[in-house]
């Protein structure tokens, strides 16, 4: 980590961060500390904050806003000036709201991500940040430097490379993580896979060189609130060519190895949920291979055989997320869960649809607490959702002439379409997240680096946590 931090009673550095939440405060901040400079202009109104640097120290000064993503991107404004002028230790002072004293210190901390486990001269920058008492609690702290920690687990698991990543590695990779965080962790290797008849993730690994995995995730605290295990489930596609039905448009497979970040958020969900200690039985299966067009690659028009029985016309093996999910989606039925969330990035419909802003969400059979919480913890975290309809004219275009269903709808609702086909594996509440838009992302904004965004651990860390 980028960072270190903790409570203090006094502050070893004079460089100071105030955060305050009304004009007129500032003003008896500075007539109260006779090191600071008199200042005209108290805040630049652009971005709410202003700062006083005399070479060697700084007094920073934020002027907070209930809006907590507003928060967060002041804290990227200011880790940003800190870098620049390579202050690496720094004290929090405030007398705010702590939910608001919060959202600063997460954005603060998430600006800190790097991935230079590739660079040959890697700059670090580690930010030394003592939280003066009052502002955050011990257990606040603890939330949020585990919360940091989740996402940048997925962070880095996006964006390391398939040469690194394959399946197998990516299954080894949980398994020192389970050790870590204290979560168990089972892995089905190839021949497990094939006894177990699991035809969707055999399907999409036909072309390639190297093995399938399945990994089962398990917290399971001994006082669970819940009787009945939530399940999560993600895609983990560690790299993605779009098999025969090779991806056409330029530039379409450079970022492919991301195609992983549905696993990769239920990977960072488990760490962070055990590593707090959650009081809830929560389970994470993540499907995981790559879709290559070698060997004895699924064709266009070839019928495969799911884990659940049912027969699929794989009318395009670009759309193979929905076939590796789908296994791991009629495995969960064994649990007799509580409720499935699945997390993928399936569809360019999706992303076409809302963009990066956002996630699509759809299902069935859902509490509708449930999904209020779902939403208001998607609006806490800015990892807002977007709802789908799943309305049953949609499933008609997935039948085949020859077989039970097609892997592939119509031109139109293409996101929708590939959740319908999901929906066919399920028998019990279920919502499906595509995180194909915010999973990855190709230039910075504010606190969020290029490349992986973790996006969905944090909103389902903070789901969990309210449970």
Not at 26 to 55: E, H, M, R, W
Not at 92 to 101: G, M, Q, R, T, W
Not at 278 to 305: F, K, M
Not at 394 to 421: M, Q, R
């Amino acid at each position: 980590m980028n960072f270190k931090i903790q409570i203090s009673k006094k502050s070893k550095t004079e460089n100071q961060i105030f955060l305050i939440n009304k004009e007129s405060k500032l003003k008896d901040i500075i007539s109260n500390d006779k090191t600071l400079k008199k200042v005209k202009s108290l805040l630049n109104k652009s971005n709410k904050s202003t700062y006083l640097f005399d070479g060697e120290k700084i007094s920073y000064f934020v002027l907070l806003d209930s809006k907590l993503e507003t928060n967060r991107i002041q804290a990227s404004n200011c880790f940003k000036t800190l870098t620049q002028l390579k202050i690496d230790s720094i004290a929090i002072v405030s007398e705010e709201k702590a939910d608001l004293n919060y959202s600063f210190l997460e954005g603060l901390l998430l600006s800190t991500y790097t991935f230079n486990k590739y660079k040959k001269e890697a700059k670090e920058f580690v930010l030394n940040i003592d939280v003066l008492e009052k502002v955050l609690s011990k257990d606040e702290l603890n939330t949020l430097q585990i919360n940091v920690e989740a996402n940048s687990i997925a962070k880095d698991l996006v964006n390391e490379p398939q040469s690194y990543l394959n399946a197998v590695q990516y299954a080894a990779d949980i398994k020192a993580l389970g050790k870590d965080a204290g979560f168990d962790v089972t892995i089905f290797d190839k021949k497990k896979i094939e006894k177990l008849k699991m035809g969707g993730i055999l399907a999409v690994n036909k072309g390639s060189i190297q093995e399938p995995t399945f990994v089962i995730m398990e917290h399971k605290p001994a006082k669970a609130l819940n009787k009945k295990p939530i399940v999560l489930v993600g895609k983990g596609v560690t790299y993605d060519t779009g098999g025969l039905s090779l991806k056409p448009t330029a530039n379409s497979m450079d970022f492919m190895k991301s195609d992983m970040g549905g696993s990769a958020t239920v990977v960072g969900t488990m760490y962070g949920a055990a590593k707090m200690n959650l009081p809830v039985h929560v389970i994470g299966l993540v499907s995981l291979t790559d879709n290559r067009p070698g060997l004895d690659a699924v064709a266009p028009g070839d019928v495969i055989t799911m884990y659940s029985g049912d027969s699929v016309e794989v009318l395009n093996t670009d759309a193979e997320g929905r076939l590796v999910l789908a296994d791991a989606l009629h495995y969960a039925k064994k649990y007799k869960p509580e409720f499935v969330f699945d997390f993928a990035t399936l569809t360019g419909a999706s992303a076409a649809a809302i963009g990066p802003q956002g996630t699509v969400c759809m299902g069935n059979e859902m509490n509708e607490k449930t999904k209020e919480k779902l939403f208001k913890s998607g609006i806490k975290t800015h990892e807002r959702l977007v709802e789908f309809p799943m309305w049953d004219e949609y499933g008609e275009l997935l039948k085949s002439e020859i077989a039970d269903y097609k892997n592939l709808g119509g031109p139109y609702g293409g996101s929708i379409t590939a959740g319908k086909f999901l929906q066919v594996f399920t028998d019990y509440p279920w919502m499906h997240f595509d995180i194909a838009g915010p999973a990855y992302l190709k230039a910075p904004v504010n606190y969020k680096q290029y490349g992986g965004t973790g996006v969905g651990v944090r909103l389902m860390l903070d789901f969990l946590s309210n449970y």
